[in-house]
């Protein structure tokens, strides 16, 4: 702003204090503008501040979690940050929810320990609990920005600073509190383009160090009680499995499919457990995603799935020189029309990762193709493609016997890729035993001292282990009556 028009006004606003602008007075002011309890209330300060001497802010004033003005922001904000934005059903429903003061009746402990789970939820139970109702108080630091000698204008007010505290004590200060940044800066549109600065500054009293440990130590209490509150709702009895057993525990998602030549694709999967590996009874190998409609990205045409599923398996040691062959999953896209006419798109497989954690695969894929044009248009025409009868051909037949397989002559086309993301999880005893014997062996190696030193012992000390375990197997596989003998001998 210019020099000559310069102003400063410096206020300390508390929590929920209201602060009228001079639209307000003005509005207030005259009895017959009061509809609500609230307009008389405000109606009455106003007389008394008139009476008083009038307002003691100028340009800068609030809007409490009452005011008409906290309704109307949260209803007409925006969700994307598109110029026009065209709200969808889902925004205007969400936006009728009153999350701010809503009523939410206390649930009894002891329900909660008993119903972790509703499996039957009533109407009313769905309703009450589909959206969070996080109960949030809000407050607006305001600005009249209008020319002088002319405030009280609304298209001159605008939003300083937004205060939320919700029901979790979590107070959120929007934009944040100044601190050594700059000040933050408003350009008004018009013909001064005119440019307002202001700070946001943490006026509160600063908490006393006693205080503080006594806050921490109540917290602390209060977080020691919550857990053990969670540890008598879970338990401590997790299943186990055998010794010499490793379970693989794979939640997955077809997360897309990408660059096939029809529209509306779906996938259809299988897990294939080779020797040694089982399931439980209940556990579904296989499943076939929804259909599909693809979106143009780039140069390819995808189909976002997003399709979870979850597969738990066991492995069975029975011979340790021996490497376990790990599952593998078979899965072939489809394409499916308007008329109803279905064509295979591609084949592929993935080995289920050996390594826990989180993978990202994309595999491609591949399809028998006839030579000669008749088949292509028999496929364009009336649908439909050469298939595989099984599909464990798409890698190594579970049929087939011999040491070399030979493929010659079949004939194929690469196709597009299939996006898969894999969370996989193993347990198994051995992990248990491993990590204990290391965390033993290490209390001794700290004695020792030294890096190089430490890793050659440990290993000494670990091949001993296995040394001494395989000497008591082979012994309990001798009979009785050998060693007994052997024994007397010496």
Known sequence: RPPEDEEEEEVEVGWQEKLFSQFEVDLYLNESACQTPLDYQYHEEIQKLEKSGGRKNCRIFTYTDHDRFTNLEELCQKVTDLDHEVPSYLVERMANVRRRRQDRRPVEASSLKSKIITWEPSEEFIKNNHVINTPVQTMYIMGDLGPYGKLGRREYENVLCTIKVDGNGVITVKPDFTGSKGPYRIELDGEKREVWEYTIENASAQVQPEEEEREQRVFRELYGRHKDYLSGLVGSDFEMPLPGTLRLFVNGEIVSAQGYEYDNLYVHFFVELPNQWSSSPFQQLSGVTQTCATKTVGWDNVAYFCYPFTVDMFYTQEDEGVLPQWPVLYFEVLSLDFWQRYRVEGYGSLVLPAC????????????????????????????????????????????????????????????????????????????????????????????????????????VLEAFQRARRRMQEARESLPQDLINTSASTV
């Open 356 to 459: 826990p954690g989180v993978h990202m695969l994309t595999i491609p894929t591949w399809r028998p193709v006839e030579l000669g044009t008749v088949a292509e248009m028999r496929r364009f025409f009336i649908g439909g493609s050469p298939e595989l009868e099984d599909l464990t051909y798409i890698r190594i037949p579970s049929t087939f016997k011999g040491k070399r397989l030979s493929r010659f002559g079949f004939r194929t086309e690469t196709t597009g890729s299939v996006t898969f993301r894999l969370c996989c999880m193993q347990q198994s005893k051995a992990f248990l035993e491993n990590s204990a014997l290391r965390q033993r062996m290490q209390s001794v190696l700290d004695r020792l001292g030294g890096f190089s030193q430490q890793s050659s012992v440990y290993n």
